[in-house]
């Protein structure tokens, strides 16, 4: 049986609702929000843990974070997230590469990537309850003790909050958080947190569709490579109304194989299909669509897009990765600046 968190330990961590914008106000504090595991760090009297959101031990993975727990006094635990910096931005795929069933592999990618545990909460302090008092109480506390943790910054400035909204992307952070500083720490709850992403779009080429018996259950899409190759770059999700019916009729006419680059097209089970692998059919690449999405991966959409509307007025062979893999800038902000400044965003 799996050990839990320390019975002191206020557990699951709070949740973030999804809005739209950035709330205003004296009560709300911003940070960053990470992009990478989120996970609870105990010392429970010695015995070092690190847990994920739902309760699974994730030390074996990281074993390079337990001489920040050993820091801490017996009995404290702090909220934050394990993240891996390469090349001054965050790299998701790395950490994905750590959940490997092997110990040996873990121990040489913890040497070769070494992930990082970022702080930006404290639950408990030597056995004090922290975690009771209001964000605004936490956040002192909690910047008394950094000296033996990496600790994320917070502002009140909601203006630096919407140039960390529009620039972080660019070293993989995934929006802001947005804390309600007059409350105590709500364990499994939203009413103390939300979440800002920043949505973009993209032209994309359907290259093929998922079938849900006689329904057409999600759209493949695909983007061109500078060698002209075509690659599989996600699906979107939510095709139902007057959008499937115009789908039955655009894309049985146009079923064809061979479009997609080598190793390059779904394959095996679906991500997204629940444990259920659906039926899918390449199409000739000639429609295109304009999608929502919020995070990329090294080859992926993240997430199900959503689709938004076609684009018969642009050329199939328009949509490229250029698009979704804009050129870092000179003076475009790094993850050790961004630590550093604890609140300020680094300026060119």
Wanted: proline fraction near 7%.
């Amino acid at each position: 049986m799996v050990q839990a968190p320390g019975p002191n330990v206020p557990f699951p961590p709070m949740e973030a609702e999804l809005v739209d914008g950035l709330p205003t106000g004296e009560r709300w504090r911003y940070e960053p929000k990470w992009d990478g595991f989120r996970g609870v760090l105990e010392n429970d009297g010695g015995e070092i843990a690190v847990w994920s959101r739902n309760g699974r031990p994730l030390l074996r993975y990281f074993p390079e974070l337990r001489v920040i727990g050993e820091r801490l006094p017996p009995h404290s635990a702090l909220d934050g997230e394990i993240v891996i910096e390469r090349d001054g931005a965050l790299d998701f795929d790395a950490m994905q590469m750590r959940l490997h069933p092997a110990e040996s592999r873990v121990r040489k990618l913890s040497k070769e990537t070494p992930s990082t545990f970022i702080a930006f909460d404290i639950l408990l302090w030597d056995g004090e309850a922290i975690h009771e008092r209001p964000l605004a109480e936490r956040r002192v506390e909690l910047e008394k003790r950094a000296t033996a943790f990496t600790l994320s910054p917070q502002t009140k400035d909601r203006a630096l909050a919407e140039r960390w909204l529009e620039r972080l992307e660019m070293i993989g952070l995934d929006g802001v958080v947005c804390k309600r500083a007059d409350l105590a720490y709500k364990p499994g709850s939203r009413e103390a947190v939300v979440k800002v992403k920043h949505h973009k779009t993209a032209d994309c080429v359907i290259v093929g569709y998922r079938k849900n018996g006689s329904r057409v259950a999600s759209l493949l899409l695909g983007l061109y490579g500078e060698d002209g190759t075509l690659d599989f770059v996600g699906h979107t999700s939510g095709i139902s109304g007057d959008l499937q019916k115009d789908l039955q009729k655009r894309l049985p006419p146009l079923v064809e194989t061979g479009h997609l680059g080598e190793g390059r097209m779904p394959g095996g089970e679906s991500r997204w299909s629940q444990g259920k692998d659906l039926e899918w059919v390449e199409v000739r690449p000639e429609i295109v669509c304009e999608v929502r999405y919020d995070k990329m991966e090294a080859h992926r959409f993240r997430h199900g897009t959503r689709f938004l509307r076609f684009r018969p007025d642009k050329d199939p062979r328009q949509c490229t990765w250029e698009q979704v893999r804009p050129a870092r800038q000179a003076g475009d902000p790094t993850i050790s600046g961004l630590l550093e400044a604890r609140g300020s965003l680094p300026r060119p």
